[in-house]
């Protein structure tokens, strides 16, 4: 959303997760915490206030950062830590944090597996409500050639494949297998791991989130993949980390090399070190910690191009993978009396299948080898018809390994050949077609002779 993406990297930035219109409230908020720059130095950082009661100590090997306070920890420093923001009506103790106004998270708002607010949060009033949405969906909808799609996040430098709400043992297995050999090719150009959304990727265990790629594999069968851009854990040198669950909970040395990444990439930016603010509710209060939209969200400005330089070659390969129909022969043989046997052959060039995946055949929505041809005015036909429906073509993929037992089921289930008995005078040209819906079209003409 290009909007969204605005307001959140304006100079006095909003923290704001995707779309820009009010939801699931449009009035504005009257009690509370609301996140937003303070001081006007363009950046939303934390504040930390000292209480007996806070969560958070003084890292004792580096006092800029903050680490957690322990069990049994009492009589030291601690601070309660908030994120920067205004509040209203506050009583002196209770700090409620308040939801973005702009509620909305438009890949939860994708027409499959779609659920309401209370399971899936931001999900909107109703599949594609949004319009951003809706215009995607229809777009995507009136191009049945479209095989496959990449959407990019941020951030957690890996790549998602389908599903986010099923697990791997409900997928059609061939296609898993091929999603698979894509995404590890993925992880070869990019340097991403590549891994499931339902199994490695969800914010809760018990939480099962759908988005685009669902939408995409379940309902039109086509290949999809999410790449979330930017780990600044990996910059820092901390390996073997859980994408998820590291936020939740981490060792205090991987703080450390954070701020050393920093301090060393970052000309000590990505960390803010604390400082004093006079709150207009809270009083004297400190501001600093991670600059997460500028350096966690995103990359720093002088790594963006880097990181972007990532993904070209993976997006190529996985085009160079789909189907693409090529003209193998078109000919007419003469049979006598003014009767014609026409000929056309096709064959699949591609990787994958004419309809790329099984769960397209399953739901119907490729369309495999038309053949078309065209009648002048005084032609016959005696034998076909003038739109005819042929199969759908196998790519060159491998399916098993020489190893296997009959590894080569479908020896030229790439290959399509149609055939129609025509009555019509010598020197006639024919026009003919072949269309796959995601394979594409080839024509030829032909005179007989």
Same mark, same amino acid.
């Given at each position: ?5 605005e ?20 009035e ?16 939303i ?22 680490t ?13 830590v908030? $994120?920067e ?5 506050? &009583?002196?103790?209770? =700090?409620?944090?308040? #939801? %973005?106004?702009?509620?909305? /998270?438009l890949?939860?708002?994708?027409p ?20 951003e ?10 191009h ?5 799609a ?28 091929m999603?698979k ?24 265990p ?8 669902d939408?995409?594999?379940e ?9 979330e851009?930017?780990? $600044?854990?990996?910059e820092?040198?901390i390996? &073997?980390?859980?994408? =998820?669950?590291?936020? #939740? %909970?981490?060792?205090?040395? /991987? ?17 803010v ?20 939209m ?17 993904f070209?070659?993976?997006l ?8 693409k ?34 769960r ?24 076909g ?7 759908q073509?196998?790519g060159?993929?491998?399916n ?10 479908t ?6 050949l ?19 819906a ?11 002779k």
């Amino acid at each position: 959303n290009p909007d969204g993406a605005e307001l959140a990297m304006a100079d006095k930035p909003r923290h704001i997760r995707s779309s820009t219109r009010p939801y699931p409230w449009d009035e504005p908020h009257v009690e509370g915490l609301t996140i937003e720059d303070m001081d006007g130095d363009g950046r939303i950082l934390m504040m930390r206030i000292p209480d007996p009661h806070g969560g958070w100590k003084v890292n004792p090997d580096e006092p800029r950062l903050l680490t957690p306070r322990l069990p049994g920890e009492f009589g030291g420093q601690y601070y309660r830590v908030m $994120p920067e923001g205004s509040l209203q009506h506050y &009583d002196g103790v209770n =700090i409620k944090p308040n #939801r %973005d106004i702009e509620g909305l /998270d438009l890949n939860r708002n994708f027409p499959a597996f779609w659920r309401q607010e209370h399971e899936q949060v931001g999900a909107g009033p109703y599949p594609t409500s949004e319009p951003e949405v809706r215009a995607m969906v229809d777009f995507i909808a009136k191009h049945p050639n479209i095989g496959a799609a990449v959407s990019f996040h941020t951030h957690s430098g890996v790549i998602l494949r389908p599903m986010g709400t099923q697990s791997d043992s409900d997928m059609t297995p061939e296609d898993l297998w091929m999603i698979k050999r894509i995404s590890d090719i993925g992880s070869k150009l990019t340097g991403y791991p590549a891994v499931s959304i339902f199994h490695d990727f969800k914010y809760h265990p018990k939480e099962v989130i759908t988005g685009t790629q669902d939408w995409v594999y379940e309902h039109l069968g086509a290949l999809f993949w999410t790449v979330e851009i930017w780990a $600044p854990n990996k910059e820092a040198g901390i390996t &073997d980390y859980d994408w =998820i669950h590291w936020y #939740r %909970d981490h060792p205090p040395e /991987d703080d450390i090399k954070l701020l050393k990444w920093s301090d060393e990439v970052c000309g000590g930016k990505a960390h803010v070190d604390w400082y004093p603010y006079q709150h207009p509710d809270l009083g004297a209060v400190e501001l600093g910690g991670w600059d997460r939209m500028n350096y966690w969200r995103n990359p720093p400005a002088h790594l963006r191009e880097r990181e972007a330089a990532r993904f070209p070659a993976w997006l190529n390969q996985i085009a160079l993978t789909l189907p693409k129909l090529e003209l193998l022969h078109a000919k007419a043989e003469n049979l006598g009396n003014g009767q014609w046997r026409v000929q056309m052959a096709v064959g699949n060039a591609g990787y994958l299948p004419s309809y790329v995946t099984k769960r397209a055949l399953e739901r119907k929505t490729a369309r495999p080898c038309m053949f078309e041809i065209e009648l002048p005015e005084g032609v016959h036909l005696r034998m076909g018809k003038p739109r005819m429906e042929g199969p759908q073509l196998e790519g060159h993929a491998a399916n098993n390994s020489l190893q296997a037992f009959l590894p080569n089921k479908t020896i030229t289930g790439d290959r399509a050949l149609n055939e129609w008995i025509v009555e019509a005078p010598a020197g006639t040209v024919l026009n003919l077609t072949a269309h796959a819906a995601r394979a594409g079209t080839v024509r030829a003409s032909i005179a007989l002779k």
